[in-house]
């Protein structure tokens, strides 16, 4: 079979599952070509992405950071201070200091506050008639959970929404702008972060940003400059990832009207259906380690230095670990899915991204009576985020 998962437009009818299972069952260590050159080794079965997730000394995050492509050094020590980019020793006291922030009280207290937000928004689209359900409606929760949380001024939000969807669909000409306009993003942000920074530093204010620019990590604390790449990771990581799943998530409803009737009418099972979602939409296809000696995996050998990437939208779909994994079902009980990585740098906002799920469908089951497709959706041109880019709807109020 002939395998191409590096293109962006192999993405753009969703999850290429006929290759990825041809990988899985012939091939679970494949040697895939670069186009710039050399090559990378893609893990697609569900055993051997924990396996490489949890053995951090073997694979690093750090060395050639998590992306597929390799970056100029200057990029690299760069992302090298966001959490995803570290490993031990560095990785662990800096990522306590952060979920402090994420812990289920501190969620919990944060409940009322995101679901007066969703609210907000059902009440607004409530006065559209079709729309875009992706920009119009999923993108908005996550960018102002993301900035409250954060403390940024409302003036700001659209610019971060803007700046952080630049960072994340570089690939697709309709959402990306020209590589320039990319690198510009990033720089802005960060400059952004930094100044945000220098404003809190010593003020002993309660948001994100104050605790994470006065907190000490061994003993040191957190630089301007190091605070800037966290910034950038914080804010980007939480926007597109909960908008896929989001969009996507009612999207999986819209083609499963009796799944959509159940929990309707049964909210409690929100919780394992958001679980189904994410094993489905599974926003991020992918992250990439590097091997720091050389080791063996399923059989294959791999060299020091070579690259690994681990394909979360496969094992989401390993039929050794999930029964029917085609099937959709929102009562799949374990749903051990991938969605959120595995090991040490298992996704910090999973329970912040899972909460704005349930409450983004409660408060919409509230005011709508359902949603109609008025045209296909169009996925977004990326081998790294999986989501909608439009999706063309019309919502059914309630009377
Ligand atoms: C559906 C939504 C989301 C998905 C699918 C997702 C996915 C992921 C994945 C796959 C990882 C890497 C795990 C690994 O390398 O093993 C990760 C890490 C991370 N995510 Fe998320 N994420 C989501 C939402 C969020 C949100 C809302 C935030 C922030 C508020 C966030 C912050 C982070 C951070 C800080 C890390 C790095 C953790 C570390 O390296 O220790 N994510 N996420």
Redesign the pocket.
């Known amino acids: 079979m002939k395998i191409d998962i590096y293109s962006p437009e192999s993405y753009t009818s969703g999850i290429p599952h006929e290759e990825f299972a041809w990988l899985r069952a012939n091939a679970p260590v494949y040697w895939h070509q670069h186009p710039q050159g050399g090559g990378y080794w893609v893990v697609s079965r569900h055993a051997d992405v924990v396996t490489v ?1 949890r053995d951090f000394k073997t694979y690093s ?1 750090e060395q050639g950071f ?1 992306m597929v492509d390799d970056m100029d050094d200057d990029i690299l020590q760069m992302v090298r201070n ?5 490993d031990p020793p560095r ?1 662990a006291p ?2 306590r200091a ?1 979920i402090t922030r ?1 812990t289920s009280k501190r969620l919990a207290a944060l409940e009322p506050q995101v679901r007066e937000i969703a609210r907000g928004i059902m009440e607004r689209a409530g006065a559209m008639d079709e729309l875009n359900f992706v920009e119009d409606l999923a993108g908005d929760l ?1 960018t102002a ?2 900035c409250s ?1 954060l403390d940024i001024p409302e003036d700001m939000w659209p610019q971060i929404r803007r700046w952080s969807d630049l960072c994340t669909s570089a690939s697709d000409p309709d959402l990306g702008g020209t590589p320039e306009e990319v690198n510009q993003a990033s720089i802005e942000m960060g400059t952004y972060g930094f100044q945000l920074a220098c404003e809190r530093k010593d003020k002993g204010g309660d948001d994100l940003i104050s605790l994470l620019i006065n907190q000490e990590v061994d003993g040191e604390k957190v630089t301007e400059a190091e605070f800037a790449s ?1 910034f950038v ?2 804010a980007v ?3 597109e ?2 908008r ?2 989001i969009s996507s998530g009612l999207y999986l409803l819209a083609k499963h009207p009796e799944a959509y009737r159940e929990l309707e009418a049964n909210p409690e099972l929100l919780p394992s259906a958001v679980e189904e979602m ?1 094993r489905w ?4 296809h992918y ?1 990439r380690r590097t091997a720091t000696c050389e080791t063996e995996l399923a059989g294959q050998v791999i060299a020091a230095g070579d690259r690994v990437v ?1 394909l ?1 939208s496969s094992a989401n779909f390993d039929e050794n670990v999930f029964i029917k994994p085609m099937d959709f079902d929102i009562h799949r009980n374990p749903n051990p899915h ?13 329970n ?3 909460m ?2 349930r409450l983004f469908l409660e408060e919409f089951f509230r005011k709508f009576r359902g949603l109609e497709l008025t045209g296909e959706p169009t996925y977004i041109c990326s081998n790294l985020v999986h989501g909608y880019k439009e999706m063309p709807a019309r919502l059914l109020a309630r009377d």
């Open positions: 997730s995050a998590v966001q959490l995803l980019g570290m990785h800096l990522r952060v994420f996550p959970v993301i949380l966290l990771q914080i990581a939480g926007n990832t909960t896929g799943l994410l939409t599974c926003p991020l992250f681990m979360y991938l969605a959120f990585g595995y090991g040490i740098h298992l996704c910090l906002g999973a912040l991204a899972r704005e799920a």
